[in-house]
């Protein structure tokens, strides 16, 4: 079981937002100083506990691996992982370890970050693309999904490991039979790394969102 879904939350109203958050979440929402970043937290918490409730699972206790991977403690099976960026909140939920990441598909990206952090062949990959700032950032949410995935984050170098883009999406020498999947969301990239071939994703309306609980 895998599910995908996103969310534009430019339109989020913080007020009700900001009664339906759990006060460890109020708390995390109120360091924020701007708008924007509150409707990113609020956003993020809200788009997983819909699913979440969706699979029934309700009262989740959330706890931290040792390099920042959230998880549910009180319930078997049952995995998430949320990316964010610009207006636009990810959240992925399964029945095994997953990992997510969504980017602003920025044309003006300096190309020198995957000249410098990337894999060599990766990087040559970008330059030689009709629209390298379009590639580079296919690889790099692909990347980032994959370093989520195995909860080490940025503990992973970035020119440690080599993602393939062909007919298929894949890691060199994986011995995990690890499934990649892309997706362009408006002007975002984003990417899932589990265990599934995932080939769809859902849109929620921030309506939906605030609206969930009544």
């Avoid at 403690?73 to 997953?98: K, M, P, Q, T, W």
Wanted: hydrophobic letters at 35%; a negative charge.
């Amino acid at each position: 079981m895998i599910k995908i879904a996103y969310c534009d939350v430019s339109n989020l109203n913080l007020h009700e937002a900001y009664e339906l958050l759990p006060p460890n979440r109020k708390h995390k929402f109120d360091s924020f100083r701007f708008d924007k970043d509150k409707k990113l937290s609020a956003g993020a918490y809200l788009l997983l506990d819909k699913l979440l409730k969706e699979k029934n699972v309700t009262d989740p206790i959330f706890k931290v691996q040792e390099y920042g991977k959230a998880y549910i403690s009180n319930f078997e099976d049952v995995y998430f992982n949320l990316s964010h960026s610009g207006r636009i909140v990810s959240c992925a939920i399964s029945d095994r370890e997953v990992g997510i990441d969504v980017e602003y598909n920025d044309p003006e990206i300096d190309l020198d970050i995957a000249k410098n952090y990337f894999y060599n062949s990766e990087y040559k990959s970008i330059m030689n693309s009709k629209t390298p700032s379009d590639e580079f950032f296919n690889y790099w949410v692909l990347k980032e999904s994959y370093m989520k995935y195995t909860g080490l984050g940025f503990q992973l170098d970035l020119d440690s490991f080599e993602i393939i883009i062909g007919d298929e999406i894949r890691l060199k020498d994986d011995e995990n039979n690890l499934k990649f999947s892309l997706f362009d969301v408006d002007n975002y990239k984003l990417a899932v790394c589990s265990k599934y071939n995932v080939n769809q994703y859902f849109e929620y309306s921030p309506e939906e969102l605030v609206n969930q609980k009544r």
